[in-house]
């Protein structure tokens, strides 16, 4: 544990991750004690932050509370549990195996509508049994939106079966998705057990589910009705309990129109509706989620000392990420690959995404869509004929 007396090194050093907690008096010089916790959950909304207060300033630090500091404790009150408070929550942002877990910025974004979809996927949708579709354009964190369901679910502790459609070619997702009997095709040498079968008891996780076939979609309506399952080459119903939670960065409803998707299985798979705003209409979480990215590679990678620039982050800003949360993944992790230095700086960012500002310039609808709420997304399902979900 460090004691640092200065404020402003206070924050630039937890900002850039070199420690899993901080605890701040509410009262200090320049910048002010609530100011930096302000600052801190601002400009890193993973990290864990307590108020050390005295009995006088505890409304204070209680409404420092509300805005996401993780606790308080008055100075005195012999509260034994607090240093152990503290090292819980520096110790959660690791799981086993030393992955991180899922980034807190996601639970917490900036964007109200982000922040409304995970608030309603782990405090209503993971509790019920029902189908979910989730849309999103590729790479807002649809695959991350669903493991958090199954996390939070009575289901937690079966398995998590992902299938992305789109990867597999169609003569053998069939197979692939409800398995197959010894000699039901050349090639057939043995039974073999589908993803459904293997999810059984868990969940089942459909990616880009608008890329199946109609003989598929058939089938998985069946799945969905009736709960069984009939492996190629067998007539054998088999039971299989699993939510089945679904992906799709198609606009389905319009599938439904031009008859490439079946109708009754869309409403089948739209019980529940989740969607995920694109990473430019909410540039005010690109900060978080890159300074997020950057303390997991730099684990990874053996970098520890490594830091993000400021000059970094306004670079981030001003890109617009058609690629979303993988695309800005990616750019960090190269970042931290290539940086020469322990400060990762705008030059060693990706030579597209430093060069954002001029992109944008001669681009600009792609500036206006930043700020955009697409009436498009929201009507989507409505042009099906049915607005359920969230």
Not at 79 to 93: H, V, Y
Not at 169 to 174: G, N, Q
Not at 175 to 187: D, N, V, Y
Not at 347 to 367: F, M, N, W, Y
């Given at each position: 544990?460090?004691?640092?007396?200065?404020?402003?090194?206070?924050?630039?050093?937890?900002?850039?991750?070199?420690?899993?907690?901080?605890?701040?008096?509410?009262?200090?010089?320049?910048?002010?004690?609530?100011?930096?916790?302000?600052?801190?959950?601002?400009?890193?909304?993973?990290?864990?932050?307590?108020?050390?207060?005295?009995?006088?300033?505890?409304?204070?630090?209680?409404?420092?509370?509300?805005?996401?500091?993780?606790?308080y404790v008055l100075k005195?009150?012999?509260?034994?549990?607090?240093?152990?408070?503290?090292?819980?929550?520096?110790?959660?942002?690791?799981?086993?195996?030393?992955?991180?877990?899922?980034?807190?910025?996601?639970?917490?974004?900036?964007?109200?509508?982000?922040?409304?979809?995970?608030?309603?996927?782990?405090?209503?949708?993971?509790?019920?049994?029902?189908?979910?579709?989730?849309?999103?354009?590729?790479?807002?964190?649809?695959?991350?939106?669903?493991?958090?369901?199954?996390?939070?679910?009575?289901?937690?502790?079966?398995?998590?079966?992902?299938?992305?459609?789109?990867?597999?070619?169609?003569?053998?997702?069939?197979?692939?998705?409800?398995?197959?009997?010894?000699?039901?095709?050349?090639?057939?040498?043995?039974?073999?057990?589908?993803?459904?079968?293997?999810?059984?008891?868990?969940?089942?996780?459909?990616?880009?589910?608008?890329?199946?076939?109609?003989?598929?979609?058939?089938?998985?309506?069946?799945?969905?009705?009736?709960?069984?399952?009939?492996r190629i080459g067998s007539?054998?119903?088999?039971?299989?309990?699993?939510?089945?939670?679904?992906?799709?960065?198609?606009?389905?409803?319009?599938?439904?129109?031009?008859?490439?998707?079946?109708?009754?299985?869309?409403?089948?798979?739209?019980?529940?509706?989740?969607?995920?705003?694109?990473?430019?209409?909410?540039?005010?979480?690109?900060?978080?989620?890159?300074?997020?990215?950057?303390?997991?590679?730099?684990?990874?990678?053996?970098?520890?000392?490594?830091?993000?620039?400021?000059?970094?982050?306004?670079a981030l800003r001003a890109?617009?990420?058609?690629?979303?949360?993988?695309?800005?993944?990616?750019?960090?992790?190269?970042?931290?690959?290539?940086?020469?230095?322990?400060?990762?700086?705008?030059?060693?960012?990706?030579?597209?995404?430093?060069?954002?500002?001029?992109?944008?310039?001669?681009?600009?609808?792609?500036?206006?869509?930043?700020?955009?709420?697409?009436?498009?997304?929201?009507?989507?399902?409505?042009?099906?004929?049915?607005?359920?979900?969230?």
């Amino acid at each position: 544990m460090d004691v640092l007396a200065d404020g402003g090194d206070a924050f630039y050093a937890a900002r850039d991750g070199l420690y899993d907690a901080v605890v701040s008096e509410t009262v200090l010089p320049d910048p002010g004690g609530k100011e930096l916790i302000r600052e801190l959950l601002a400009e890193a909304p993973g990290l864990p932050v307590f108020a050390w207060t005295a009995h006088g300033r505890a409304r204070d630090a209680f409404e420092l509370a509300r805005l996401s500091a993780r606790d308080y404790v008055l100075k005195d009150e012999d509260d034994a549990s607090f240093a152990g408070r503290i090292l819980e929550a520096g110790e959660r942002g690791t799981a086993p195996g030393g992955m991180p877990e899922l980034p807190f910025t996601q639970y917490a974004s900036r964007d109200e509508r982000t922040a409304q979809v995970f608030r309603t996927a782990i405090e209503r949708v993971a509790r019920a049994p029902s189908t979910v579709l989730i849309s999103g354009e590729s790479g807002t964190g649809k695959e991350l939106l669903a493991r958090t369901i199954h996390r939070m679910s009575p289901r937690r502790d079966q398995p998590f079966v992902a299938v992305n459609c789109a990867a597999l070619p169609e003569s053998l997702i069939e197979s692939e998705l409800f398995g197959h009997e010894k000699g039901a095709f050349t090639g057939a040498a043995g039974r073999r057990i589908g993803r459904f079968e293997q999810a059984d008891g868990g969940t089942f996780f459909l990616d880009e589910a608008g890329d199946l076939s109609p003989a598929v979609q058939a089938k998985l309506l069946r799945v969905l009705q009736e709960r069984t399952i009939e492996r190629i080459g067998s007539n054998e119903p088999v039971e299989v309990d699993v939510r089945v939670i679904a992906a799709t960065n198609v606009k389905l409803a319009a599938k439904v129109r031009s008859g490439e998707f079946r109708e009754d299985l869309f409403y089948r798979l739209s019980v529940i509706d989740l969607k995920l705003p694109p990473l430019r209409e909410r540039p005010e979480d690109i900060a978080g989620l890159a300074h997020y990215f950057v303390q997991r590679y730099r684990r990874e990678l053996g970098r520890e000392r490594l830091v993000l620039a400021p000059e970094a982050v306004r670079a981030l800003r001003a890109y617009v990420w058609p690629g979303n949360v993988r695309e800005l993944e990616n750019a960090i992790e190269r970042a931290v690959v290539f940086a020469p230095r322990d400060r990762i700086g705008a030059e060693d960012l990706p030579e597209h995404v430093r060069g954002a500002d001029s992109t944008v310039a001669k681009q600009p609808g792609l500036r206006a869509a930043r700020g955009a709420r697409s009436g498009d997304e929201g009507q989507e399902n409505g042009d099906a004929g049915d607005t359920r979900g969230s």
